[in-house]
């Protein structure tokens, strides 16, 4: 059974880092195909997608937030760490990450954390 | 990036209705589309991928069809736990986008 859940920091101030945590379960990220991917929604809002890592470390990042994002997965911990630079109140909303293969796209997600930029 | 035009935005339907919902892509995506709904407070749900296949324990009332530019979702008796916000996401290229959502209630 895959499971997977984010942790991090419910709140940020203006101008901080945001690194959030995936830790998952029931994969590996060195099976051939196998990626975990993040995205977020503001609330209200619609879904949007932040960033992908394959198994075999090929990384993508939304043309939008490029320059702000970073993905690092360490496979021996089943977690993948994104970090979001310069949090601006903007960035509030509910982040989640979730498993991707190539048949059935991103098919389980975690549960969300939400995360506030205030200060 | 690919563009996801997804209608209606909302609709008001009873239980026992057939719904349909719509979603354009603004560039030939082949059959690359999933379909999810997501209640309030909760992660989306994966219900069709590849335009038409049933994901696992997904009820089969539940189908999709189209390919190319024109897809649609349609649940053939909408039941009381089908009121949620349905999305269509592309997955045919980089970045991967999603429709804006279409809220099914209740009449």
């Known amino acids: ?119 | 990036a690919i563009q996801m035009t997804q209608s209606p935005s909302s609709l008001s339907a009873s239980v026992g209705d057939r719904v349909t919902i719509t979603c354009r892509a603004s560039q030939d995506i082949r059959n690359d589309l999933a379909w999810y709904h997501q209640k309030p407070g909760k992660a989306p749900n994966l219900l069709i991928y590849a335009a038409s296949s049933l994901q696992n324990g997904v009820p089969s009332r539940f189908s999709g069809s189209g390919s190319g530019t024109d897809f649609t979702l349609t649940i053939s008796s909408l039941q009381p736990e089908d009121f949620a916000t349905y999305y269509c996401l592309q997955d045919n290229s980089f970045p991967p986008t999603f429709g804006q959502g279409t809220k099914v209630e209740i009449k």
């Not at chain 1, 920091?9 to 101008?15: D, E, I, L, N």
């Not at chain 1, 619609?46 to 702000?68: C, G, I, M």
């Open chain 1, 1 to 119: 059974q895959i499971t997977l859940k984010e942790s991090g920091p419910t709140v940020v101030k203006p101008t901080q880092t945001l690194t959030l945590t995936c830790t998952f379960s029931g994969f590996s990220l060195t099976t051939p195909g196998v990626g975990v991917g993040w995205f977020r929604q503001p609330p209200g809002k619609a879904l949007e997608w932040l960033a992908l890592v394959f198994w075999d470390d090929d990384k993508r990042y939304s043309p939008s937030l490029n320059d702000r994002l970073t993905l690092a997965k360490d496979t021996s911990k089943n977690q993948v760490v994104l970090t979001m630079t310069n949090m601006d109140p903007a960035d509030i909303a509910t982040y989640y990450c979730a498993h991707s293969n190539p048949t059935t796209c991103f098919d389980i997600w975690g549960q969300g954390t939400l995360v506030t930029v205030s200060s």
